[in-house]
Nanobody, 124 residues
Framework: QVQLVESGGGSVQAGDSLKLSCASS????????MGWFRQAPGKEREFVAS????????LYADSVKGRFTISRNNAENMLYLQMNSLTSEDTAVYYC?????????????????WGQGIQVTVSS
């Protein structure tokens, strides 16, 4: 059983930066592709970023490209999302997710394991 726990969320001002972390309890963390998704109030969950099992291949949603960076530390079973130049449009609950596939994927259906989510609020 893999458990994912997000941390690092909070309330910030537009233009600020925030770094989300996701801790995995599973021993096989290094085999999974990992991703970040988000869900704003009244909207569907959307893809944010994904990286493959080693972190060499990365994929970003157009809305965050150039502002967000996904990274991972397999030795510590950690996934990160560095978010810069935040806007009110980035306000959402952010979810960490793990895929058994190993490759980057923007589809939520590819991910088996999900964290409980963490709130990010950006005030303009």
């Amino acid at each position: 059983q893999v458990q994912l726990v997000e941390s690092g969320g909070g309330s910030v001002q537009a233009g600020d930066s925030l770094k989300l972390s996701c801790a995995s309890s599973g021993r096989a963390f290094g085999r999974y592709a990992m991703g970040w998704f988000r869900q704003a109030p009244g909207k569907e969950r959307e893809f944010v970023a994904s990286c493959d099992w080693i972190g060499g291949s990365k994929l970003y949603a157009d809305s965050v490209k150039g502002r967000f960076t996904i990274s991972r530390n397999n030795a510590e079973n950690m996934l990160y999302l560095q978010m810069n130049s935040l806007t009110s449009e980035d306000t959402a609950v952010y979810y960490c997710a793990g895929s058994l596939g190993g490759s980057v994927d923007a589809s939520a259906t590819a991910y088996t394991y999900w964290g409980q989510g963490i709130q990010v609020t950006v005030s303009s």
